[in-house]
């Protein structure tokens, strides 16, 4: 999966950038606090995607969603 489209799921389930640097970008869900990182990779795996959904509290990408 490319990073852009996992960025706009965690935009939409209310997720902000907390702070980038040079490998990772570190995402915060806003509503409950909880923090998870993001690598700067272009493509990222689609376990990696659901293990960085997971920590924020927020639901997994579906693959519906991928195909987008």
Known sequence: ???NKLLKHL???GCVLLREGA???I???ATNGK???VGCH???SDLLCQKVC???GMPPITSSY???
């Open 1 to 3: 999966m490319k990073q």
């Open 11 to 13: 935009r939409e389930h």
């Open 23 to 25: 490998n990772h970008a």
């Open 27 to 29: 995402y915060q869900n």
């Open 35 to 37: 923090q998870s990182a």
């Open 42 to 44: 272009k493509a990222l």
């Open 54 to 56: 997971q920590p924020l």
């Open 66 to 68: 991928l195909f987008l």
